[in-house]
């Protein structure tokens, strides 16, 4: 595709549900990024992906939250047992290679009730 | 902690002038910078970036990095509305292997006046 994709654009989700939100990169891109986004904050380092490996992993905030990547292309993001404090846009960026500028997707925006 | 520091502003201006928006960054290491825009309620959008020292020029915007003092700066020529966004720093920090991963300024917010 022409840009980085992302879905659904909206979820709203009721606290103790599971949620997956998913992400289609640039083709060609090898770099693959999550990033969140809460409301009148900057944006928060999640996880990246190399190909379909995660060779950092540490800015998930708790073990309720796991990504993966398949053929080195699509990502999904799952948050376990959902709380109100994940509410926030949840935004994925893809690069060229890693040293290449990010690319951002519109996001999904996550609202836990 | 390696950080991105901004003025949140908000950095307000008439249409028409010279828009300067300024970042420091804490990883002397540091070796690519990115300016994003980023409209409400959109995602960020690439605008420029920069490797080396000095200036960079895209149309009405110049990107300016000085390592030594750990600055990046973006200046916006002749100000339009429609370049009223927050505008967020970013750098790529090579310490520690983490030469992957985007830091990010909580950004500064500018309003361009008609």
């Known amino acids: 595709g022409a840009g980085v994709s992302q879905s659904p654009s909206n979820k709203v989700t009721e606290k103790g549900k599971d949620v997956e939100l998913r992400c289609d990169p640039i083709s060609g891109h090898t770099a693959l990024y999550w990033y969140r986004q809460s409301l009148g904050q900057g944006l928060e380092f999640l996880i990246y992906?190399?190909?379909?490996?995660?060779?950092?992993k540490s800015g998930l905030p708790s073990d309720r939250f796991s990504a993966e990547r398949t053929g080195g292309s699509v990502s999904t993001l799952t948050i376990q047992r959902t709380q109100q404090e994940d509410s926030a846009v949840y935004l994925c960026a893809s690069s060229l290679v890693v040293d290449s500028p990010l690319h951002f997707g519109n996001g999904t925006r996550l609202t836990v009730t | 902690q390696k950080e991105v520091e901004q003025n949140s502003g908000p950095l307000s201006v008439p249409e028409g002038a010279i828009a300067s928006l300024n970042c420091t960054y804490s990883?002397?290491?540091?070796?690519?910078f990115f300016w994003y825009r980023q409209y409400s309620g959109k995602s960020p959008e690439l605008i420029m970036f920069?490797?080396?020292?000095g200036d960079k020029e895209d149309g009405r915007f110049t990107a300016q990095l000085n390592k030594a003092s750990q600055y990046v700066s973006l200046l916006i020529r002749d100000s339009q509305p429609s370049d009223s966004a927050t505008y967020l720093c970013a750098v790529k920090m090579n310490s520690g292997g983490s030469n992957y991963k985007l830091t990010f300024g909580k950004g500064t917010l500018l309003t361009v006046n008609p």
């Open positions: 920069i490797y080396s020292n």
């Open positions: 990883d002397r290491g540091s070796q690519s």
């Open positions: 992906f190399q190909g379909n490996s995660a060779p950092d």
